[in-house]
């Protein structure tokens, strides 16, 4: 059973930074590749970033590109989403979830594990 938690949420203001953690157990972490999501209160559930089991592939929602950076530390089971100039907009609890190979996926229905969320509130 491969389980995924996320941390690092919490309320910032407008312009600050905050990084989000995802640990991952049960499987060879490796072998994923991994994906942050966020769902804003009466919004879908939205993709955000996502990145290769390697590392060294990255995907990044539009809105999000310049701001925000995925990474992973293999060793620690541990993917990052490091979130910088946060505004309003980006209020939503923030989902972490997993596929195993094959290329990059968008679609939150193209993932097949996924933690329980944590809140980031940004206030304006």
């Known amino acids: 059973q491969v389980q995924l938690l996320e941390s690092g949420g919490g309320l910032v203001q407008a312009g600050g930074s905050l990084r989000l953690f995802c640990t991952v157990s049960?499987?060879?972490?490796?072998?994923?590749?991994m994906g942050w999501f966020r769902q804003a209160l009466g919004k879908e559930r939205a993709f955000v970033a996502s990145?290769?089991?390697?590392?060294?592939?990255?995907d990044y929602e539009d809105s999000v590109k310049d701001r925000f950076t995925i990474s992973r530390d293999n060793a620690k089971n541990t993917v990052y989403l490091q979130m910088s100039s946060l505004k309003a907009e980006d209020t939503a609890v923030y989902y972490c979830?997993?596929?195993?190979?094959?290329?990059?996926?968008?679609?939150?229905?193209?993932?097949?594990?996924w933690g329980q969320g944590t809140q980031v509130t940004v206030s304006s």
């Open positions: 979830a997993a596929h195993l190979y094959g290329v990059l996926r968008r679609k939150s229905s193209e993932y097949d594990y």
């Open positions: 049960g499987r060879t972490f490796s072998n994923y590749a």
């Open positions: 990145i290769s089991g390697s590392g060294t592939i990255l």
